[in-house]
């Protein structure tokens, strides 16, 4: 402690005493003294002061000195005539009084630091204390502490963590539940905790424990995040589930923890986040060994009422035996006794005085401190020449203490001035913490002047605590309260009648909502919550729309959609003519969160309610885009009501003058149609006349999915240039609810768009990277193992490519929640189409005929995306298996259907295929005009379309013709045209890449490249 003239400066209660006199001195002017005071002697610049005491914030340069007015005005300087601290101006300070160190103890002030004068409570202390040094040995501990409000959790926690942080190298933190917003934000108190361990003088590795192991959340921590890194985190996460995140800071706490123990403590449970739930049941239930112990503290009877999952959690728990729970009781009257004597050390009490607090507070401390606090104030005690004594008998002392906690609180607060109860009120409404800056535009006060009120309250220990300045939008500081116990607010908030308190919660949103940028979001749920306590039911709304993107940016697509719920319940108290668009806008978002979620019938049962409650409403734009929405969820699960209901669009927008939206809805309806039913030309004309239509209304703004469903029938056209563009424009839109379905989509198009350019490694190499993606977010990649499935098939792995689909089978949770049949109908596909071509290479025609049948009939396989071409390929297979059996009617009749059905679509790929097929049957049939026709045919479409895949293969079937006729020439020309393609197909694989040597040593493959093998095989194989 230093000492100078007759102060001393009290570092640990952060006071000034004069002799035995406690000067008041607000915190922060305190803070000033004391960097004065430890750097005397010589010149402190402005500039220092607000670098050592404000780093991260911009504090007003004219606040210090406000400061140092108010410090010289307790120590009785003058500025003239200085003895303590001399202005240099235009320069700085200099504290020009003699410092020493001072050691002997500061008498205690009876009202201060209550918490170090904790009573009876050794042993739930020791049971803490025995549970962290478990953990020490690596044994992770759960702890609940239980009790009433005022039982003393925080105050056996707060002794506990003093215990523990006198140990060195424990890390400790500590995350408050809030009332009332706290539980619509997910990881609130998590993330609580983690701003202050990475704020903490050892932050810089929790920083990087992050970054290595849990970027979900360093995320969310923008300030910790480089500009020119956010791209690539964002990256990162794509795709992160809540899973990923619970997982995630679990393994960064467990290694974290390896080098320093760490204790966390979570404040409040009872108003927990559902989230935060997952993350302390996963952070109980992991079997690594891990130095930290979570502490939690919760009041039993708000569990119950607030319905919270809390009970459910901790009961699992304790059956598992992962958990511990210390249920405070009331302080016995030994206990009470004990706290008098600490408290009035040297007095001579009655005895009776312990038994009359304890039978008034009934040994609960919060009552118990503030009749002592009331009996001090009233100078029924009082310190006579460093004893304490009582100033009346005991008796008639009695009738005067108030009957219940809440009467001995409003009696306090009555005591108070009528500015500091205003501000107080103001505060309560406010909440838990309040600024003051937010309290003095509710009372249309100078800031300053609210400051300097609750300064001196926190100052005096009454009611309030200063925790410190905080960075405001407007770039200027301000000072920030919390109250002493939530339940000095409640019982301030309740006096406030319900009028005025609405009033006041509507001041406050108004107040809050004047805040700009990102922190408007990270406000969102505090200020919807004000608007709704001030009946202000529309703004509440919007604001828990906003607050429900939060959610979304922490994964927590649950808490997303509960909020958007609660927002719903609230749309009946608002003006009619409102309700309807603000319902279908929070369904649509509904319907995308499920969708995110792969919920996909919940999802379409959400765009459904949207698009028919528009509908009532005669919102016909809303209408539209909710009917378009509903293809995407319809796509998976059901294809013919997705194109029904993209119909209905069409029919709303023809009723329209909006050519534009027309346009749109147009296109995307023709897209569906060709896409998901079958290629039509009408169909086509009208997909690209809509988006000409588009080009020339300039709309620059065309929907992602309407886009890369255009896209994709670009693909299905041979215009593989525009498509892959427009895919690869779709894939890096990052931050929007539905975004990770759009770059799903878009990245998914891009794949087949490569795999009909014969690009198979770099879809190889998509494949794999999304596939590692997937482990991470703990999705199952299925789609991307059908894309694995689908190249190995055009790499002629068939065997490989029947395996890879086989484990798709197999996977019992297909699809994230639920919608396995989706799936399962397109993997069925695709495996019999595979295990097709594998039993043509062993010789089971007929199984593979089997297989394919399957694939062609709508009974057994339904329709999916892009089924159609599916079933091409398999009509391929079946005449490619009777060619084989020697059957040629049969290969004729399938062939006939296939180029039949090939010439109905715009596909050159598949086109050229079926004139490659009828080619060979031509061949084996020795019919030489019609096989030389039909390879013409084939031949011409891949000299204008980029299609290599079918390229080598009709390059091959000219090879075997023109040796048949004996034109080696010509003959040779085709095989070294197929050789070409071959490569360019092989090289697209990384070298040393397996399945190029694979496809490189195919039987087709291989009598190309080595044709002298080959002789005499000409005609039959
Ligand atoms: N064991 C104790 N000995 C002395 N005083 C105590 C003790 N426990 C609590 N107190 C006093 O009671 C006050 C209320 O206690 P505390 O804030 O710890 O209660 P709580 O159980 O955390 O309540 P809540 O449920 O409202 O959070 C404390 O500020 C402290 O002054
Ligand atoms: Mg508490």
């Not at 609180?409 to 109860?421: G, I, S």
């Not at 749309?571 to 969160?593: M, N, P, R, S, W």
Request: charged letters at 25%; hydrophobic letters at 40%; proline letters at 5%.
């Amino acid at each position: 402690m230093k000492a100078f003239r007759s102060f001393r400066l009290d570092p640990v209660n952060q006071c000034l005493w004069r002799g035995e006199q406690r000067v008041a001195l607000t915190p922060k002017a305190f803070d000033v003294l004391r960097y004065l005071v430890e750097h005397p002697g010589r010149l402190v610049t402005q500039d220092e002061i607000l670098e050592a005491l404000w780093p991260e914030t911009y504090v007003n340069p004219e606040l210090i000195k406000k400061y140092i007015l108010g410090i010289r005005k307790v120590l009785g300087d003058q500025q003239d005539k200085p003895v303590y601290i001399e202005t240099l101006p235009k320069r700085g300070y200099q504290f020009i009084a003699p410092v020493t160190d001072h050691i002997a103890e500061v008498p205690q002030d009876p009202s201060s630091d209550y918490t170090s004068k904790m009573v009876g409570r050794a042993g739930p202390l020791g049971e803490l204390q025995a549970a962290f040094k478990k953990a020490l040995g690596g044994q992770r501990q759960v702890i609940f502490v239980a009790g009433e409000p005022g039982i003393g959790k925080t105050t056996l926690v707060d002794s506990f963590h003093r215990h523990v942080s006198r140990q060195g190298n424990v890390r400790t933190a500590r995350g408050q539940c809030v009332e009332g917003f706290g539980g619509k934000e997910p990881y609130y108190p998590m993330l609580d905790a983690l701003g202050h361990l990475t704020r903490s003088p050892n932050g810089g590795a929790i920083v990087q424990a992050l970054a290595k192991r849990a970027p979900t959340w360093l995320i969310q921590f923008p300030s910790l995040v480089k500009p020119e890194q956010r791209e690539a985190l964002q990256r990162e996460i794509l795709g992160a589930t809540r899973e990923r995140m619970v997982r995630e800071i679990c393994e960064a706490l467990e290694s974290v923890s390896s080098e320093a123990p760490i204790l966390l403590v979570f404040e409040d449970l009872h108003w927990v986040d559902p989230s935060t739930l997952d993350l302390i049941s996963a952070l109980a239930r992991r079997r690594e060994q891990a130095k930290f112990m979570v502490v939690c503290t919760y009041r039993p009877v708000d569990v119950i009422l607030s319905n919270s999952k809390l009970k459910g959690l901790k009961q699992d728990l304790e059956v598992h035996n992962l958990c511990s729970e210390i249920a405070l009781e009331r302080l016995p009257e030994p206990a009470v006794a004990e706290y008098l004597a600490t408290e009035f050390p040297n007095a001579s009490l009655p005895p009776g005085l312990a038994n009359l607090i304890y039978r008034h507070s009934d040994g609960n401390p919060l009552f118990m401190v503030a009749i002592v606090q009331d009996i001090i104030k009233k100078g029924l005690i009082a310190n006579h020449k460093g004893e304490w004594t009582l100033t009346k008998p005991l008796e008639p002392m009695d009738p005067g203490v108030p009957q219940s906690l809440q009467q001995m609180l409003e009696v306090q607060f009555e005591r108070l001035t009528a500015p500091e109860q205003r501000a107080l009120e103001a505060g309560s409404v406010v909440g838990e913490h309040f600024s003051a800056w937010v309290v003095a535009s509710v009372l249309e006060e100078e800031p300053d002047r609210i400051e300097d009120l609750c300064d001196g309250l926190a100052a005096r220990q009454q009611v309030i605590n200063a925790i410190g300045t905080q960075e405001l939008p407007h770039a200027l500081a301000a000072a920030h309260y919390d109250f002493r116990h939530s339940l000095y607010r409640q019982a301030i908030y309740r006096r406030i009648a319900p009028g005025k308190r609405a009033r006041l919660h509507r001041a406050v949103a108004e107040r809050l909502k004047t805040v700009g940028g990102p922190r408007q979001r990270q406000l969102a749920s505090e200020i919807a919550f004000h608007f709704e306590s001030g009946g202000e039911y529309e703004q509440a709304i919007r604001f828990l729309i906003l607050a429900a993107e939060n959610a979304a940016a922490r994964f927590a697509y649950r808490d997303y959609i509960q909020v958007l719920q609660h927002a719903l319940g609230l749309i009946h108290k608002i003006e009619a003519h409102l309700q309807a668009e603000l319902e279908v806008q929070i369904l649509e978002f509904i319907g995308d969160a499920h969708y995110a979620l792969g919920a996909m019938a919940e999802s379409a049962a959400a765009y459904e309610s949207a698009a028919s409650r528009a509908g009532q409403a005669g919102f016909k734009t809303a209408q539209v885009n909710a009917l378009g929405c509903l293809v995407r969820p319809f796509g998976l699960i059901d294809p013919d009501r997705g194109i029904a209901a993209i119909g209905r669009a069409v029919e709303v927008t023809q009723s329209m003058q909006d050519p534009l939206l027309l346009a749109r809805t147009q296109m995307l309806a023709a897209s569906c149609r060709l896409l998901y039913d079958c290629w039509r030309e009408q169909d086509a004309v009208l997909c690209a006349s809509a988006h000409q239509q588009l080009k020339e209304l300039g709309d620059t703004d065309i929907p992602p999915f309407h886009n890369m469903m255009y896209a994709y029938v670009q693909t299905f056209q041979g215009n593989y240039v525009e498509a892959f563009e427009i895919f690869e424009r779709g894939i890096p839109k990052l931050n929007q609810t539905t975004s990770l379905m759009e770059h799903f989509f878009g990245l998914s198009g891009k794949t087949v768009t490569l795999l009909r350019v014969g690009r198979l490694g770099e879809v190889l190499q998509i494949v794999r990277h999304a596939k590692e993606m997937a482990e991470k977010n703990g999705n199952d990649p299925w789609l991307f193992n059908f894309r694995e499935a689908w190249v190995r098939m055009l790499a002629l792995d068939f065997e490989g490519s029947a395996r890879v689909c086989d484990s798709i089978l197999q996977m019992k949770t297909l699809y994230q929640v639920g919608q396995p049949q989706t799936i399962g109908r397109i993997a069925r596909g695709y495996a019999a189409i595979a295990a097709g071509f594998t039993e043509l290479d062993r010789g089971h025609y007929n199984r593979a005929i089997e297989f394919f049948n399957g694939v062609r009939h709508p009974s057994i396989t339904p329709k999916f995306f892009l089924h159609w071409a599916w079933r091409m390929t398999a009509q391929l297979g079946m005449s490619e298996a009777w060619l084989q059996l020697k059957d040629m009617g049969k290969a004729s009749v399938e062939a006939d259907a296939f180029l039949h059905s090939a010439l109905e679509t715009a596909d050159p790929h598949l086109q050229a295929l079926a004139w490659e097929v009828q080619a060979r049957i031509a061949l084996s049939n020795e019919d030489w005009t019609r096989s030389k026709d039909c390879i013409h045919k084939a031949l011409e479409i891949v000299r204008v379309f980029e299609v290599p895949i079918a390229a080598w293969q009709v390059h091959a079937t000219a090879w075997r013709l023109y040796r048949c006729k004996q034109e080696h020439g010509a003959a040779e020309s085709h095989r070294q045209a197929a050789e070409e393609y071959i490569f360019k197909i092989a090289n697209s694989f990384a070298h040393g890449e397996p399945l190029r040597e694979m496809f490189l040593s195919a039987g087709p493959v291989a009598r190309i490249l080595n044709p002298s093998g080959d002789i005499g095989h000409a005609a039959d194989d």
